[in-house]
């Protein structure tokens, strides 16, 4: 396999237990990668297309022509090596060809969703001084793009493709008159590649910097966590805007010969998710808790040709695990990381996955949970997840800095270590529970608890759509809990039902943890990736 060109990793009974690297200086995915096997396997299988209209299949050698393709176009109206390039192609197979281009002439792709407003893209526009933009020509994404670029006011190029937009250029077209004649441009491995914004949960979005060997991070996120393999077909169903995307939708799929099924669109529908499943004969499987709960309430079809599934980013109740294994025969296998990182933990063996836990650190970085003073914590004591680099090194796959904010990183790295900020317990198993961000944990009665904890009891109650916890501050307790609540449909707000939801919660917690008081709510603030701003809670609290 082509992945084991750059890495060696050993295993212990089909688990990872050690990965070691050994990449040329110049690495870089399109040329040592996909390149490779475009002359080796031109018409193997890279990517698998479709929407509600059209399918299309794309070889290696296609990815190849294509990006170069559009490489020439970039170096023809000034793009190059540094320079950084916006790019929100919701799930357009344009997106390949583009991420790919970029990497050939070492400019610096910035993935956003084409959820952004007029103000989310001026403040990355700023933030990162772009020098152009490719956005899909469907919806409003271009025409907040536009106007978001005139209050730039800098020297930005703006591209769409497939349609001609007034004020854009259509990259498709100028492309298709290109050639494949091209010079390798040299890049160094350690150069950055990749620039995503985090979602904002407690402030403004940092730009998060990857290198060119981010690519490789991800061999244990598809072999080992996803299970791909050479000739399958793997399918997230993450948009191209998030970090997810490059961590299922192209770099760890590729290294391990693992085609890539993109569903493009617009609308969810999980049974339109299970039709895609069975009609392209997906083999693995990821989607957030959310997709995974809509596909088991309203689909009851099997999905034969599925040999793993996987999940992350918030939690998935009970019930889902059990109903999903009577399905499909599979144990569903959660994982954990961040967009500063590849995949931090996750279950490795659909025979010895966990429900409801993260599974086990991986190889790729030698991680722990810690005290404040740094100690590690003991057997299902509550810490906080950190990385610690071995000869003082950045381990592969974690991010290299934040865009223009070095105390920031500085803050990150306090102690020698990286904080990643999430607290998490391990069991005698070396199982990891997630507890939350750190600073969501509350103090009461002298414990220190997860909100996660009580939100995983919370969501079990029927008249329950949606919660979220968080901590008051209390002369007694230091802090008592309180939950905020979304009704199911055909529940109202009531005494008589808050009573029952708190009793009915209390009665399977520890009395430290017991809720004290419940607020219904309509919604949430939420950052533009779907996840509850806690800060905008206590805000209104006061605090």
């Known amino acids: 396999m082509i992945y084991e060109e750059y890495c060696t990793i050993k295993e212990d009974n089909g688990i990872p237990a050690s990965i070691r690297f050994h990449y040329p200086a110049s690495f870089n995915f399109a040329y040592d990668v996909v390149d490779k096997l475009a002359f080796s396997s031109p018409d193997k299988k890279a990517l698998v297309w479709a929407d509600d209209k059209s399918e299309r299949i794309f070889t290696f050698s296609d990815m190849r022509r294509k990006s170069l393709q559009y490489a020439k176009v970039f170096i023809k109206n000034g793009i190059g090596k540094g320079d950084r390039v916006l790019v929100s192609l919701k ?52 025409s907040c793009l536009e106007k978001a670029a005139k209050a730039y006011q800098g020297d930005i190029k703006l591209w769409t493709v497939r349609e001609d937009i007034p004020g854009f250029m259509n990259l498709s077209k100028e492309a298709a008159k290109e050639n494949e004649d091209f ?4 890049t160094n491995a350690e150069e950055p590649m990749l620039l995503y914004f985090t979602s904002g949960t407690t402030g403004k979005p940092k ?53 890539v099924m993109v569903y493009d669109f617009d609308t969810f529908d999980p049974s339109q998710l299970v039709h895609i499943i069975n009609r392209f004969g997906v083999t693995s499987f990821c989607a957030p ?27 998935l109740s009970p019930d889902i695990f059990t109903s999903f294994r009577q399905l499909t025969g599979l144990t569903l296998k959660e994982g954990y990381g961040q967009t500063e990182s590849a995949l931090i933990a996750g279950n490795f063996s659909a025979e010895k996955a966990v429900d409801g836990s993260m599974g086990t650190f991986s190889p790729l970085y030698r991680a722990m949970i810690v005290r404040e003073d740094g100690s ?24 290299s800095s934040y865009l223009d904010d070095d105390k920031s990183y500085e803050d990150a790295w306090e102690g020698g270590m990286y904080h990643t900020g999430d607290a998490a317990s391990r069991d005698e198993n ?52 309180k939950a905020y609540i979304i009704l199911s449909e055909g529940y109202a707000e009531s005494r008589e039902l808050e009573k029952e939801i708190r009793e009915y919660c209390n009665s399977r917690l520890a009395d430290y943890k017991w809720i004290r008081k419940i607020s219904f709510v309509e919604s949430f603030q939420k950052t533009i990736s779907g996840k509850i701003m806690k800060t905008e809670l206590r805000k209104a609290e006061g605090f």
């Open 91 to 142: 799930r357009h197979y344009e997106y390949w060809f583009t991420a790919l281009a970029l990497e050939r002439i070492g400019a610096v792709m910035i993935p956003v969703t084409h959820m952004l407003t007029e103000n989310d893209f001026l403040y990355r526009l700023r933030k990162a001084s772009v020098k152009a933009a490719i956005v899909t020509p469907y919806g409003e994404t271009h």
């Open 183 to 186: 010079n390798r441009i040299e």
């Open 207 to 259: 730009g998060v910097m990857h290198s060119h060997t981010y690519a490789l991070s991800h061999i244990i996120t598809a072999k080992y966590w996803q299970e791909t393999y050479d000739g399958g077909l793997h399918f997230t169903v993450a948009e191209t805007g998030w970090a997810k995307a490059s961590w299922g939708k192209f770099y760890g799929q590729w290294l391990t010969g693992s085609a």
């Open 289 to 315: 808790p959310t997709v995974y709960r809509y596909m088991i309430r309203k689909n009851s079809e099997k999905m034969p040709t599925l040999r793993s599934a996987t999940t992350a980013g918030e939690y």
């Open 376 to 399: 590690e914590c003991d057997i299902n004591e509550k810490g906080e997840i950190v990385i610690i680099p071995e000869d003082g090194k950045r381990p592969i796959g974690l991010f």
């Open 430 to 481: 070396g199982y990891l529970w997630f507890m939350g961000r750190i600073d969501d944990i509350i103090k009461s009665c002298g414990y220190r608890v997860g909100p996660g904890e009580i939100e995983d009891i919370i969501i079990t109650h029927p008249a329950v759509c949606e919660c979220s916890v968080i901590g008051i501050p209390d002369t007694l307790r230091g802090q008592y809990i």
